[in-house]
């Protein structure tokens, strides 16, 4: 199986920027789906970013042009870069990954998942 960390969660202000990362312990990215997802308190999971090997990728309307997916194969690492942070950004962010190719901010659709990293954006 597929061990994920995240790291990079923090407190911050609102307009700060933060960058997630989620090391992957096995295998390559190349062979994966990877995305990020988020839940805050009460909420539901809800996908935020999802990138293939082939640089596809897909972002949730409430983080367009602020947040930026990336990814280093040669680490095994999954980045994101957020920037312009509000309060409604406060949430615990999973990186997750599915050995089966599809870009998607489906939760459901992934297999492998990290312990997640809260962040934590105030007024």
């Known amino acids: 199986d597929v061990q994920l960390v995240e790291s990079g969660g923090g407190s911050v202000q609102a307009g700060a920027s933060l960058r997630l990362s989620c090391v992957a312990s096995?295998?390559?990215?190349?062979?994966?789906?990877m995305g990020w997802f988020r839940q805050a308190p009460g909420k539901e999971r809800e996908g935020v970013a999802a990138?293939?090997?082939?640089?596809?990728?897909m972002y949730a309307d409430s983080v367009k042009g602020r947040f930026t997916v990336s990814a280093d194969n040669a680490k095994k690492t999954l980045y994101l870069q957020m920037n312009n942070l509000t309060p409604e950004d406060t949430a615990i962010y999973y990186c997750?990954?599915?050995?089966?190719?599809?870009?998607?901010?489906?939760?459901?659709?992934?297999?492998?998942w990290g312990q997640g990293t809260q962040v934590t954006v105030s007024s």
């Open positions: 990138i293939l090997s082939d640089g596809s990728n």
């Open positions: 096995s295998g390559s990215l190349n062979d994966y789906s």
């Open positions: 997750a990954s599915d050995d089966v190719v599809v870009c998607t901010l489906t939760a459901s659709w992934y297999k492998y």
